[in-house]
């Protein structure tokens, strides 16, 4: 959104809600990403804990209120 001159009202990033889920954690990654998360360890497993730890939490929660 712009303002009369030209300026931006609004800014932000936003994602689309419908369409295939990959699309959607693909925008998220680089956001967990900047907070240090990974959605698989270094071997390319998940064990428990590892895409839900401290890191991963901080980053949904910082993007939910984006």
């Given at each position: 959104m712009y303002d009369a001159k030209?300026?931006?009202t609004q800014v932000?990033?936003?994602i689309r809600h419908k369409g295939h889920p990959?699309?959607?954690t693909d925008k998220f990654l680089p956001f967990a990403h900047a907070f240090g998360a990974r959605m698989?360890?270094?071997d390319w497993t998940a064990p428990p804990g590892f895409?839900?730890?401290p890191e991963m939490v901080a980053a949904l929660q910082f993007?939910?209120?984006s």
């Open positions: 030209g300026e931006p932000g990033f936003a990959v699309g959607i698989l360890s270094p895409a839900n730890g993007y939910g209120t």
